[in-house]
């Protein structure tokens, strides 16, 4: 049975086996088949059942078709029954021939051939003990681990491989040849490993390119030791002959056990064909290439190696597949949608590759890791950076724990300048989220990091990281990013808790589901309220009520948990609490009273939803209402929140819900505080009663006033009588006025869409007041009667305010009127008020804000604040002229190129203002005003018409109703400029690390920041081109002052008043300008449209009609033009700094050189422009000197040449200062003077030392041409320095002694770190020019050295603070020059003498007269041909070593 079984197999076999022979060969030699061909078949036959017998008795059975073939024993347990069968064969070794002539007959057959290549299948059979392993290799390669059967199997194989080069994957899916090669690998015995490698080289000479790649990635698994060395070398000859086979070759070679000296040989050639294939090799065999340039790298060249491959190493061709997953979507095609998930998914683990081999060479090699952080840190332009560049940086950290510190300098560093934007974060977020996912705990711990920073663009990134690990990773990150903003609303820090809070209001509005798996996290922040104030606290409540009313039945443990908080708080008689409850039950009510439409699926609810809802929001009303009734503060509170809430979600309120209280707030505000005009008014009060301010003359009949004055008696006497008031009515107070009006318009507004037609009559109604004309009656007022009066006036203002915010928007052509003609009342009150308050020290004005801690805090703040102003203003600024600039100067806290930013520009000048501006007086008390919305300031596209020609060219009964003038324009840019500076954060800003006034900084903010920065932006946009006209009218005003005052010396004070008040609005137009363009969110992508419609604006003033299809570039060029036209008119030095910052802000988009030119030359003009104010005094004080600290650093950093400009303000400037009378200034210079000098030494010193800096460090490869020039720069920096110095002596004031020791450190420092290791390598060929610049910087740091002593002298803690570290880098440079000459074989030019201490004016401190007896040597040590020091071996603790000599002119 056996044998027939077997016959009928292998006659099966051998006609499949004939079959396939007659098919592969021509048609023509099918007929002429020999009977020597037909016994060659049947040999075939009988060798194949040979092959067949010995293989089954050995444990394998072959499968014919799908089947794999399936072994039945142990691997080593059928080698050895197989080759103990061949040598125990009667016909050894003639069987071995037979087994192989049948291996081949059985693989001519493809199914065959593809099962004998692919691994064998285990079985058991039954009643076997021999254990088989799961995994079994292939039998081509179990037959090539028998030494017997090896050279003729691998002779086979070889063989078969020509048979595919055209046909290398197959009909059947197979890569056939890739299978054959893959036998040879990890064989544990190869009989002649030589002649295989040679065979393997000689195929790949003429296989085709697939063939050649399989081979070649094989080699390193193939070889032996011995031989890894010979085919580096033909691989890499084979390299020189094209690129085709580069990768395969880098892949062999980076896996090769190379020498050293043969890999030093290879690795430069190779590495270079390495980088040149990086920018156009495939994506999937990117990582091999990396992979090899990374382990291969030396540490001399690493940097320059790292740097080349950043530049070369672009990931935005694996972006591409994302993007076109996004259009397929939109196609029906499930099949192209399958094809580009599928690329995609190629792309992302190719991408993942890359970054693994990154990682492995980061861990492993330290100099790799060093390289790459140096790389991007040399970096300075942002088009530089790359988001490969943010993802090895998180790299690094998550693998080196060494590096993490500077890691995350770096990236602080490249935030602040601008040079890793979000955008860049974001790209590498949602393109690379499967890399970026294995750094999510690095990643955390520097948003953690960003978030304590001072800088906002900081803070900014960290908040933006939270975002984006929330939307790209999965729920494990979610939840812990969620817990970090946790963490941070509790740990109490302001910054941390506003901008977490704004982190999740972002991801409860874009993920709102996501984020509701998470909702008892955010929960718990109701645990820390305390720590919050009023504005946290209504971000707080909208996270929760979004969270508890988006999805009902999820949210509703959410919506007790809120109930029982809000009761709490209403119901304490604390009244921050009362504040947070009621704060929190607007904002429940706004989310309740949302409509419900039904896009919204969550949101359509069945009629008994509905009822629970009212039921809900009744309550609420009703418990607020009760608690509310009593207290007016608490109540006016309750209207604002009302108001914001209807103004935020305006068209979103279901006001049915809300029409009941809407109804009773219309009947409730005519009773309280509209009463019919009458010419007397009955009662008692503490002035007489007279209506003023009636725009509705005309209309006589059912006229109407506001009841102030009376209500404002009513609640002075209800202070007084108190106790006896009735708790069951409602208090009615002036303090409710303001609050209830906004809420009513704003009711009115959404009812009628827009229209405030019904209570129109409110705009032009007139106040019961009093008689004005306060001017000599205050005095004889009383204490009461004053603040009564003061009280008065501030609710009259803010009533005024509120009038102006309710009508601005209105188009009718008499209530614009009558707004201008509000605003002018505005301005003339605040006026009058100015007066009040400076007779009435010590007075609090009622509260205007009420969603602040300004109930408690601010009163005791702002009380002693005005009256300081008063009564030592005077005395302080006259006292600080002099001093105030030492002072700041001294502060060595501060940087050498920053100025003191400590306080907003408009604080800064407020003071200088104060003097012509009368709003200036009210700078501490805006507070306690009502807050302007963004839409009053539609009204600056009415015209300016300034007081001279009003007084000239138009009548005075038609004045209050024309265009607007330069008071009304002073006050609104002066509230807009406040606004923009609170709101949109520069780039540059940096945040005081601890704030005075906790929480003050949204008092009067609070519609404001109801909108987001970009949406400021956009309406400050939409005001640009009225700004402009406002701005040329400002220019040509000034213009003509010029014009017409040239010559004449007749300065009527009224013309001062008119020149300052226009001089403060030209100032804050300029500013309203640099706020808008320095705001950090145009660095954004998304704002670039906003940047491109802004800067028309400004081109169109030059170019009209013409700048709509002007590239962005161009744009700003012509923006940057219009804008340097201006510098012609600015009037105060002040505005010169405005313009400068605001051209700064332009120009850095980006800063081209002709614009670093302009800017240079601008600087230097205003520097030396004498700048006079019109009562004739010279401009100075802190502010002016502040200021000029900024100018003198846009000079130098703008200037070409930095060293020349430093020499010609040291040795011109300076010197006809000191020619100069005591209160005199330089002629070149005039803002130098000796008040100004500190600021001018001080920069110029900071600005040297930075430069220096910049002056490559010697090389031993230099040319000795390059040697030169820098010699060169190095001198005319030491004369700068020497000549810097040696001012010292005649303006030896204690700032400027701080600032030259140091500094003079720092350049000392920076020459023994960058400028001797070109003398070391120079001191040869320019022996001359290296002894004139030691003998030169010998003499500086000789004057030093006597610093040194004149502080220890004058025991002076903040001077002698500096000696130690200077005395240090002064005791290093001479044991440096001494080895400089040293290395040039000059050491017995060195020698050391005994320098005594001596004061800033070179004489002999006394007290060391005893221990100083050589004398004599001392002098002859400051012949030329020494070398001066700080210290060394001393005799005392005042003495210092002398230092080296000078190398002699006969040295070697």
């Known amino acids: 049975m056996v044998s027939k079984r077997k016959l009928s197999k292998t006659d099966t076999s051998g006609e499949g086996c004939k079959t396939d022979l007659l098919s592969r060969c021509p048609e023509t030699k099918k007929s002429r088949i020999s009977d020597k061909e037909k016994t060659s078949a049947c040999a075939g036959v009988e060798d194949e059942g040979i092959f067949e017998e010995l293989l089954r008795t050995s444990g394998i059975i072959l499968k014919a078709g799908e089947g794999q073939n399936e072994i039945a024993v142990d691997q080593m347990a059928f080698q050895k029954k197989l080759f103990l069968a061949l040598e125990k064969h009667p016909t050894y070794p003639g069987v071995v021939k037979q087994f192989i002539r049948g291996l081949e007959s059985h693989i001519k057959d493809r199914n065959q051939f593809k099962n004998c290549l692919l691994p064998c299948t285990p079985i058991r059979t039954e009643g076997s003990r021999t254990l088989v392993h799961s995994y079994c290799e292939s039998l081509i390669k179990l037959l090539l681990g028998i030494k017997i059967l090896q050279p003729a199997v691998i002779t086979l194989l070889l063989e078969k491989i020509p048979e595919f080069f055209f046909d290398i994957v197959g009909t059947f899916g197979t890569n056939f040849p890739r299978l054959i090669v893959n036998q040879f690998k990890w064989l544990d015995k190869l009989l002649d490993s030589q002649d295989l490698v040679k065979k393997l080289m000689q195929m790949v000479g003429v296989s085709p390119v697939p063939i050649q790649h399989d081979i070649i990635t094989s080699l390193p698994e193939i070889l032996e030791d011995s031989q890894q060395s010979e085919v580096a070398r033909e691989l890499s000859c084979l390299l020189k002959q094209g690129r085709r086979l580069t990768v395969p070759i880098l892949d062999a070679l980076s896996r090769l056990d190379l020498d050293a000296g043969l890999l030093a040989e290879l690795s430069s050639q190779v590495r270079q064909s390495a980088m040149t294939i990086v920018p156009s090799v495939k994506l999937e065999d990117l990582p091999v290439v990396v992979k090899f340039i990374l382990h291969n790298v030396k540490a001399a060249d690493a940097v320059e190696v790292i740097s080349d491959l950043r530049k070369s190493l672009d990931l935005s061709s694996c972006v591409l597949p994302l993007q076109i997953l996004g259009s397929q979507k939109k196609l029906k095609s499930q099949v192209q949608a399958s094809s580009s998930m599928s690329q995609v998914t190629t792309s992302q683990n190719c991408v993942k590759l890359l970054f693994d081999v990154i990682k492995l060479a980061v861990r492993f090699q330290k100099d790799v890791s060093e390289a790459w952080i140096k790389a991007i840190e040399s970096s300075t332009s942002a088009p530089d950076h790359k988001v490969l560049d943010l993802i090895v940086l998180l790299l690094i950290h998550s693998t080196n724990t060494k590096n993490r510190k500077q890691i995350e300098k770096v990236l602080r560093s490249k935030i602040r300048l601008g040079c890793m934007p979000e955008q860049l974060m974001q790209n590498a977020f949602q393109n690379h989220s499967m890399v970026i996912k294995d750094f999510f705990t690095s990643i955390l711990a520097l948003a953690q990091m960003f978030l304590h920073s001072a800088h906002p663009a900081v803070v900014s990134f960290g908040s933006c990281m939270y975002k984006q690990a929330f939307a790209a990773f999965d729920s494990y990150c979610q939840q812990e990013v969620v817990t970090a903003l946790v963490t941070h609303i509790c740990s109490g820090s302001e910054t941390e808790l506003d901008i977490s809070l704004d982190v999740l209001t972002d991801l409860v509005t874009l993920h709102t589901s996501l984020l509701m798996r998470y909702a008892t996290f955010v929960k718990t922040i109701l645990d820390s309220t305390q720590k919050l104030n009023p504005c946290q606290i209504r971000k707080l409540f909208y996270i929760l009520s979004t969270l508890a009313f988006s999805q009902r039945q999820e949210g509703s443990y959410i919506q007790d948990d809120m109930h029982m908080v809000i009761r709490k708080w209403l119901s304490s008689t604390v009244p921050s609490h009362k504040q947070m409850g009621i704060i929190g039950a607007v904002s429940m009510i706004g989310s309740v009273a949302l409509k419900r439409n039904e896009g919204d699926g969550s949101l359509l609810e069945r009629p008994e939803l509905n009822s629970e809802r009212d039921g809900q929001l009744s309550t609420l009303l009703d418990l607020v209402g009760f608690c509310c009734e009593q207290t007016p503060e608490v109540l006016a509170l309750y209207y604002d929140e009302l108001a914001n809430l209807i103004e935020k979600q305006k068209g979103n309120l279901d006001l049915q819900l809300l029409e009941e209280f809407g109804k009773s707030l219309v009947e409730d505000f005519p009773s309280d505080f509209v009463v019919d005009l009458n010419p007397t008014v009955d009662g008692s009060f503490f002035f007489p009663v007279k209506s003023l301010y009636n725009l509705d003359e005309d209309e006589s009949q059912g006229a109407i006033a506001i009841n102030l004055l009376p209500l404002v008696s009513q609640s002075e006497l209800g202070r007084v009588t108190d106790g006896m008031s009735n708790q069951s009515k409602r208090v009615v107070s002036p303090i409710c006025l303001s609050p209830s009006f906004r809420l009513l318009r704003l009711y009115t507004g959404e009812q009628n869409s827009g229209s405030l037609e019904e209570i129109d009559a409110l705009l032009g109604c007139p106040l019961y007041l009093t008689d004005l004309e306060v001017e000599g009656k205050l005095d004889s007022l009383s204490k009461q009667e004053r603040e009564f009066l003061c009280s008065l006036l501030f609710y009259a203002l803010n009533w005024f305010r509120e009038v102006v915010n309710a009508f601005c928007e209105q188009q009718d052509t008499e209530m614009k009127g009558k707004v201008l003609t509000r605003l002018q009342n505005i301005t003339e009150l605040q006026t009058v008020l100015g007066k009040c308050l400076a007779a009435t020290p010590g007075y609090v004005p009622p509260p205007a804000t009420f969603d602040s801690e300004a109930l408690e805090a601010i009163p005791s703040i702002n009380a002693a604040g005005p009256v300081r102003k008063r009564n030592g203003k005077k005395k302080k600024t006259d006292g600080s002229k002099a001093g105030t600039a030492d002072r700041s100067q001294a502060d060595d806290s501060s940087g050498g190129n920053q100025p003191d930013s400590e306080l907003s520009e408009l604080e800064k000048t407020a003071a200088e203002k104060e003097a012509g501006n009368p709003m200036a007086q009210l700078q501490s008390y ?216 605001l051209l700064i802000a332009i120009a850095e988009k980006p800063m081209a050189g002709w614009k670093k030119e302009k800017m240079a030359s601008l600087a230097k003009q205003f520097l030396c422009q004498s700048w006079v104010k019109p009562s004739g005094d010279r401009e100075r004080g802190s502010q002016f000197n502040s200021a000029l600290h900024t100018l003198i650093c846009v000079y130098l950093e703008h200037t070409d040449d930095i060293l020349k400009a430093i020499e010609e303000i040291s040795s011109v400037g300076v010197p006809e200062l000191i020619k100069s009378a005591k209160d005199g200034c330089s002629s070149t210079y005039p803002t130098l003077s000796r008040q100004t000098f500190p600021v001018f030494f001080r920069v110029m010193m900071a600005q040297l030392e930075s430069s220096v800096k910049n002056i490559p460090a010697g090389k031993p490869s230099d040319s000795s041409e390059v040697q030169l020039e820098k010699l060169l720069r190095w001198n005319i920096a030491v004369r700068n320095f020497h000549i810097l110095v040696n001012l010292v002596k005649v303006f030896d004031s204690r700032p400027v002694l701080s600032i030259c020791l140091k500094y003079g450190r720092l350049f000392v420092e920076a020459f023994l770190k960058l400028a001797m290791p070109l003398l070391d390598y120079s001191f040869k060929k320019h022996r001359d020019d290296v002894q004139s610049l030691l003998k030169t910087l010998q003499l500086s740091t000789r004057q030093l050295h006597h610093m040194c002593g004149h502080s220890k002298i004058r025991q002076d803690l903040g001077l002698t603070n500096h000696v130690p570290l200077l005395k240090k880098s002064l005791e290093q440079f001479v044991y440096r020059v001494k080895a400089m000459l040293a290395f040039n074989h000059c050491q017995e030019a060195f020698w050391v003498g005994i320098l005594k201490n001596r004061d800033l004016q070179g004489e002999e401190i006394l007290s060391q007269a005893s221990e100083g007896r050589d004398s004599d040597e001392e002098d002859s040590a400051e012949s030329p041909a020494e070398e001066p020091s700080g210290s060394g071996t001393e005799a005392s603790d005042e003495d210092g070593a002398a230092g080296p000599g000078a190398p002699s002119p006969t040295g070697p």
Not at 958 to 968: D, F, K, S, Y
Not at 1095 to 1118: W, Y
Request: include cysteine.
């Open 926 to 1141: 805006r507070l306690y005003f009502r807050e302007l919305d963004l839409e009053v300031f539609t009204v600056l596209h009415c015209g300016l018409l300034t007081k001279s020609v009003l007084d000239t060219e138009m009548h005075t009964e038609t004045r209050e109703v024309v265009q607007l003038g330069p008071a009304e324009l002073c006050f609104l840019l002066d509230d807009l400029c406040w606004k923009l500076e609170h709101v949109l954060t520069p780039g540059s800003t940096r945040r005081v690390p601890f704030p005075k006034e906790r929480g003050h900084k949204y008092i009067g903010f609070s519609h404001l920041c109801q909108r987001s920065p970009k949406e400021v932006a956009m309406c400050v946009v939409t005001l640009l081109k009225p700004l402009c006209n406002h701005i040329e009218n400002m220019h040509n005003y000034f213009q003509a002052v010029v014009i017409q005052n040239r010559g004449v010396e007749d300065d009527p004070e009224l013309n001062i008043q008119e020149h300052q008040l226009m001089s403060s609005c030209y100032q804050q137009l300029l500013l309203t300008f640099r706020s808008l363009f320095a705001w950090n969110g145009f660095s954004h992508l998304e704002n670039t449209d906003l940047l491109r419609s802004a800067l028309q604006v400004l081109a169109d003033r030059l170019k009209p009609g013409e700048t709509e299809f002007l590239l962005l570039e161009e744009l700003i060029s012509e923006s940057f033009h219009y804008l340097l036209n201006f510098h012609q008119s600015v009037p105060s030095f002040q505005c010169a700094f405005m313009l400068t910052q």
